[in-house]
């Protein structure tokens, strides 16, 4: 997904810093960074970006002032305030000149963001949203896990998966994600590729010396050690809105139809020299 271009309007150097770090890390990229009006209203006319964070107190004017000139190069232009001060007149009076939205300085992660993606929904829907920010975590995950807990290289493929059903035959377990966003994961796989990775994840010689329980239990413990890492990727970035997870249920045998009511799912695929190993992340729909 192409990433929505920003601009940071700040008279610190640090706090430029830090927001640009923190927006370059999901599915922003700062492409200008100004100090004082002047120069906000010049990069905006030569960059054009889909938004912009303002800081209330700059050198040559304050925020409102400054808005209120980019807004006469573009009249529909995105402007989000982030200030030290939030009250009733800055309000007014930002929204007066069309300010989008307010944020309160120290702005937490996840506010802005979830701020930031509410203001761009023609530039980025909710489904992107999820497959850049939370999905794409998922897909770092099984990589890592797969080589860390059996050290299988794979190749690992993200799409969006529309079925209202999962159909496996082999073995899945499934894991419940709380906090924000809620929703499941279940990895799965066939039970050919469950006796190879089972039989490497706990170093036996041959799949024969792998009894069914081991098996069972070795694909539980690699589910739950994959989608952990996965959460703890969604939490470096988003802290303030910590994920967890339940504890795992497996079952196993043929033709298992799993329901995704309601879930904006994503289907993760990793072929490995074992087999192929799936994930299924479904994030629930709304706040």
Known sequence: MEKVRIMIVDDSRVSRT???????RTNFEVVAQA???????????????ALVTMDMNLPDADGI?????????????????ISAMKD???????????????LQKPVSTNELIDTLM?????????????????????????SQGIFSIAGLHSEVGLELDNRRFIDVSGVAVIIGLTGYPQGR??????????????????GKESVEDVTEDEAA???????????GRGISNINNIFKDKEMRIT???TISGRNIRIASPKLTTFRIEAVTPAGNIYMNIGFAEGD
């Open 18 to 24: 830090m927001l640009a770090n923190e927006l370059n």
């Open 35 to 49: 100090k004082n009006a002047a120069e906000a209203v010049s990069l905006y006319e030569k960059m054009h970006p």
């Open 65 to 81: 002032e400054c808005s209120r000139r980019i807004y006469d190069v573009d009249p529909a232009a995105k402007i989000v305030m």
């Open 88 to 102: 009733a007149s800055l309000i007014t009076r930002g929204r007066e000149v069309g300010i989008s939205a307010f």
């Open 118 to 142: 509410t203001l761009c929904q023609t530039e980025v829907g909710k489904v992107a949203v999820l497959r850049e920010s939370y999905a794409k975590a998922f897909v770092r995950a099984l």
């Open 185 to 202: 994961a279940i990895f799965y796989m066939d039970k050919e590729t469950q006796r190879k990775f089972s039989a490497i994840m706990l």
């Open 217 to 227: 239990e070795a694909v539980e413990e690699a589910a739950n050690i994959i989608v």
């Open 247 to 249: 504890p795992p249920g």
